[in-house]
């Protein structure tokens, strides 16, 4: 009897230990980075002058002279210009696959820390 308890305390204690998560950190590596991004409209203000001649008038209305003056005009030309959202992240480790969004732009081959959980089920 004191051997079957003994027994049975030894087998709970081990399944006990085996059904905790097992967690460590890996080296993954980049196998793919899609770019994500979206266009925007830009206003870029734009000065034109030239040079025009104004008529100079005397008291009777008549045109004496002319004075050379500049005129200028500001208008807008519209650009569209790409701009960078984010990244998808596509990595590997022994087989495992995942993704993650960044900020960061990473490159294939790039190697970078991930957490592994292992899980019993």
Known sequence: MKCLALTTAVVLALSATA????????????????????MEQLRIPQRECTRVDLPVYDQTMTIISYRREE?????FKIVMKEKIKNYLVHWDWNGYHGQFYSQRPYFVDDTFTVNISVNPR
Not at 26 to 38: C, E, H, K, L, M
Not at 71 to 75: R, W
């Open 19 to 38: 059904s905790q998560a097992e967690t460590f950190m890996a080296q993954a590596r980049v196998t793919r980075v899609d770019t994500n991004s979206y």
């Open 71 to 75: 005129q200028c005009t500001e208008t």
